[in-house]
């Protein structure tokens, strides 16, 4: 999706990070995420809040971490051809 | 004692010979040095190290004060889950860039490097001891925490002190035989135990008191109804039973700490590459859904019709007054003391290597053989041991307050690990001026919370003060930030 010299998923990752932080640790959590009701699933709202926000990171983190990977394998594939063309 | 006590002390006590054996041989493999017994010979793969975080993490503050803290004070239990959600994603970015240092400089724990990249020694020994003073009340909180389960559990015959000496015997045995390895091994086998019994019992209590997880918070919605706009009552809305500032400072100051725990942090030492730092960091969450029961363990506790003597003992107080078979309680038991040893080994070891690498070589200057390293961290597990039992056994204050005085004054290690890894020009001075002005300002306000304005956690207020002082003195000493150079070359 995104090529490995795009500086983009670097912003939306640390961007993703700064809400979150902002949306558990931070005021957010007290401003949308602070009700009791509605209940999702039996539970509270203010529960779920924290539960979305868990599977967001993690998803987050996956994906940058793939990209990450993807741009190391291509780097290590760059300097090995770069070792056989001198 | 009983048939029931005996089964139960007869349950733990092959948990605990389980948690003996695993790590006793877990340092099997490990080379007979320093770098060996500290951080594993960086070789430590992704198993070992996703458990190693996670099992640390959890301790006996979740096992015991979490759900105490839901049923005290309902939704503001919720920050412990937002703190450790947030707090571990900088070392996405800061691990592998300490890896890399550790690698090519030799470092293995996190003062040394921030001294070596600071070029200042004495902030080395201001950090071990700022590091031993946080870890010995955070490993008395394990200490008590395995003494309180064992004793509730056994209706009082086994004292709170007997139980947690026995526990922590243990766990002498297997971090002084095989460092790192022992405390990742058996962090591994306590981990899928305290993982499994949580799901177990965060599932069941609410289907047997209440028929079902929806029930439950249906019935304290309706024991407790909230009035728009009355903040006293307030339970299952965020913050709870505490105020807004509570919450949003205990978890910013929770989440800084956790970033900078030096326990935690010198794990980048002993990852074996890039990828398996980066892959503990982004599995990490999967472990903090494990709160998640923990906390519906503490909201069956709310409308539970006897109350427990202390809002800690929630947790045994329900199991023990739900005539369940002793088998089943002495399987808790096995969890809540495995939560309370995976933290403390992993906080003994660490703090006995940061006073002899960070005080005692680095700061004070004083070279040691590998082998004679080794050993001096062997000796000062013990004495430190020694100190969080004692510490132990003297404090009668709830769990939560305990692990909060810890965070404080941890947290003022981030400015420096912030320059040290990322800054250009490194001030060691005033690095070092702004962590003591961090730490005694967060220390007199614990002492003295009058002081502290606006009920912000004094951990915050010492942060500030902390990056205010770094700043002026760094200023002071010649630095410019928008000098086209860059700033002059302040070392100490």
């Known amino acids: 999706m995104f090529g490995t010299r795009s500086k983009l998923p670097h912003y939306l990752f640390a961007g993703h990070a700064l809400v979150a932080a902002v949306c558990v640790v931070g005021p957010g959590y007290l401003w949308w995420g602070s009700n009791a009701r509605p209940f999702v699933l039996g539970l509270p709202w203010s529960l779920v809040w924290a539960i979305l926000w868990l599977i967001s990171v993690f998803v987050s983190l996956l994906l940058y971490e793939h990209w990450t990977r993807k741009c190391e394998v291509e780097r290590e594939r760059a300097e090995a051809s770069g070792k056989r063309d001198p | 004692m009983s048939t029931d006590a005996w089964i139960i002390s007869g349950v733990s006590v092959l948990y605990l010979l389980g948690c003996l054996w695993v790590g006793m041989r877990g340092g099997k493999g490990a080379t007979d040095s320093a770098v060996g ?72 724990t996190q003062g040394e490097m921030i001294a070596g990249a600071c070029e200042h020694r004495w902030l080395a020994g201001t950090m071990a001891l700022v590091s031993a003073l946080s870890f010995i009340p955070y490993l008395a909180l394990q200490v008590k925490g395995a003494g309180l389960v064992v004793n509730r559990l056994t209706e009082g015959q086994v004292p709170e002190w007997l139980g947690g000496a026995v526990c922590y015997v243990v766990v002498l045995a297997y971090v002084l035989k095989s460092g790192v390895l022992g405390v990742g091994w058996t962090n591994v086998f306590q981990g899928v135990l305290m993982m499994a019994l949580a799901w177990a019992f965060g599932l069941w209590l609410p289907y047997k008191l209440y028929g079902g997880v929806g029930n439950m918070f249906e019935a304290i919605a309706a024991a407790k109804p909230e009035i728009e706009g009355d903040a006293a009552t307030r339970f299952l809305s965020v913050p709870g039973g505490r105020t807004g500032q509570w919450f949003v400072t205990s978890g910013l100051i929770s989440m800084v700490g956790f970033t900078c725990w030096p326990h935690l942090f010198m794990k980048a030492f002993s990852a074996r590459d890039d990828r398996t730092l980066r892959r503990t960091v982004v599995f990490y969450p999967t472990f903090m859904v494990f709160l998640v029961p923990i906390f519906l363990i503490g909201f069956a506790g709310v409308l539970f019709p006897n109350p427990p003597p202390n809002p800690e003992q929630i947790l045994p107080h329900m199991l023990m007054s739900l005539d369940l078979p002793a088998l089943v309680v002495g399987l808790f038991c096995a969890g809540a003391l495995a939560a309370g040893m995976s933290t403390g080994d992993a906080i003994v070891h660490a703090s006995a290597s940061i006073l002899v690498r960070d005080g005692w070589i680095t700061a004070l200057k004083r070279p040691m053989s590998s082998t004679a390293e080794r050993r001096a961290v062997r000796i000062l597990i013990v004495i430190l041991m020694v100190a969080s039992y004692a510490l132990a056994v003297w404090y009668e204050g709830d769990l939560v307050r305990l692990l909060l005085y810890a965070y404080g004054p941890v947290a003022q290690f981030l400015p420096g690990l912030l320059v040290s890894l990322l800054g250009r020009r490194r001030d060691g001075v005033a690095v070092h001026v702004g962590l003591i002005v961090g730490v005694v300002t967060c220390v007199a306000l614990k002492y003295e919370p009058s002081w502290s304005p606006y009920g912000v956690h004094e951990g915050l207020w010492g942060l500030a003060l902390n990056v205010a002082t770094l700043l002026v003195v760094a200023l002071a000493r010649g630095w410019r930030p928008f000098s086209p150079a860059g700033g002059n070359s302040a070392r100490a």
């Open chain 2, 37 to 108: 017994y500290v951080a594993g010979d960086r070789a430590l793969g992704p198993v070992l190290m996703y458990f190693i975080t996670g099992a640390t993490v959890f301790s006996a503050f979740s096992f015991l004060a979490t759900p105490g803290l839901a049923y005290t004070s309902g939704a503001a239990v919720f920050y412990v889950l937002g703190y450790g959600l947030v707090g571990f994603i900088p070392f996405y970015f800061l691990g592998p860039i300490a890896a890399k240092l550790g690698r090519e400089r030799g470092y293995i």
